[in-house]
């Protein structure tokens, strides 16, 4: 079997892994800023951290969570993190925000969002852009829970900008991926959306307490809606659930259901089959964010590209031809 080779930490590194493994935050998060790093040097000693690490990763509960603007994401993830450490657990939130067009950095501030849950010393929540990356999932957000695994915290949860085609990214990279809903708000055609339903492991309908009536007209269509399409798992049955974040009711009901689901499919062998396929794809992502790299920095693709972008633009040359040339200098 290939296993990474090891590579001697300098003593500033070799400190970062020490605290991360003992659990300590602040090590924790310099980390985490070493892993987001453009820089190159960071990205090498990024990856050496990282390797030092893997061994001490793969034990918490991955949970995605995922829903449009406005749904409740952040008051329901503070009271599931609250509900959470009441059970004697570590949590940690890793919220992707949406990037600021001007200075790439995070504009929605999710600590502010959940300041119950950020003042908790049992709990660490990291913002991070999403720097324009595929889906509104940040790049280095895998390298991040990892992180977060080897420091010791039970369950990491990945919130989503909720847009594009974030719920698939992060339901790529988490052991359960739940989709919150709201009641009357077009829960028919909610309903239809099958490239997001299909990949939904519990959904959720929020703010029920608003009106108790129309959460059970949703819960009622999307089970039906659910019925029309073929489960994801041989194993499990999307559930529906209805809840009031703001009010703490149902959380407990959540969490139980996301352990039944852990169990049915850790049985099974699925859950660890889920993970390796996961990994994989990882990989894959990696190879094609590698050569798409490798691509634009090449010398004589980075001479032509301005002028043949603009020659396909004005109708010069057809984008197949454009491309293949482009991709030609590759083999030079």
């Given at each position: 079997m290939l296993s990474p080779t090891s590579h001697p930490l300098d003593p500033t590194d070799q400190a970062l892994v020490d605290g991360v493994l003992a659990g300590q935050l602040r090590p924790l998060a310099k980390t985490i800023t070493l892993i987001e790093s453009q820089r190159e040097d960071h990205k090498e000693r990024a990856r050496h951290v990282l390797e030092a690490l893997l061994p001490s990763t793969g034990g918490a509960m991955r949970v995605g969570i995922s829903g449009v603007p406005g749904v409740g994401k952040s008051t329901f993830i503070e009271a599931l993190g609250l509900y959470l450490i009441e059970q004697g657990l570590r949590v940690a939130v890793l919220a992707v925000d949406p990037s600021s067009s001007v200075t790439g950095g995070s504009i929605l501030g999710d600590k502010t969002r959940m300041e119950l849950l950020s003042q908790n010393t049992a709990a660490f929540i990291r913002p991070s852009p999403s720097a324009c990356s595929l889906g509104g999932v940040a790049?280095?957000?895998?390298?991040?829970?990892?992180?977060?695994?080897?420091?010791?915290?039970?369950?990491?949860?990945?919130?989503?900008?909720g847009v594009g085609q974030s719920e698939t990214a992060v339901a790529g990279m988490t052991d359960i991926f739940c989709l919150l809903q709201l009641p009357n708000a077009g829960d028919d055609l909610q309903a239809i959306k099958k490239g997001i339903m299909e990949i939904a492991d519990l959904i959720v309908i929020n703010k029920a307490d608003i009106d108790p009536a129309a959460a059970m007209r949703a819960k009622s269509q999307i089970k039906t809606a659910l019925h029309m399409l073929r489960p994801a798992s041989p194993n499990w049955t999307v559930p529906v659930l209805t809840l009031s974040a703001l009010r703490k009711?149902?959380?407990?009901?959540?969490?139980?259901?996301?352990?039944?689901?852990?169990?049915?499919?850790?049985?099974?062998?699925?859950?660890?089959?889920?993970?390796?396929?996961?990994?994989?794809?990882?990989?894959?992502?990696?190879?094609?964010?590698?050569?798409?790299?490798?691509?634009?920095?090449?010398?004589?693709?980075?001479?032509?590209?301005?002028?043949?972008?603009?020659?396909?633009?004005?109708?010069?040359?057809?984008?197949?031809?454009?491309?293949?040339?482009?991709?030609?200098?590759l083999q030079s």
């Open positions: 790049e280095k957000t895998r390298e991040t829970m990892l992180v977060c695994e080897a420091a010791g915290f039970d369950v990491i949860i990945v919130e989503t900008v009711e149902g959380v407990a009901e959540f969490w139980t259901t996301v352990m039944d689901y852990r169990k049915a499919l850790t049985a099974t062998g699925e859950l660890d089959a889920k993970r390796r396929h996961q990994a994989l794809a990882w990989m894959w992502d990696m190879i094609d964010s590698g050569l798409r790299s490798r691509f634009r920095s090449h010398p004589r693709v980075k001479e032509e590209l301005p002028a043949l972008a603009r020659a396909v633009e004005e109708g010069g040359t057809t984008p197949s031809l454009a491309a293949l040339r482009l991709l030609g200098h």
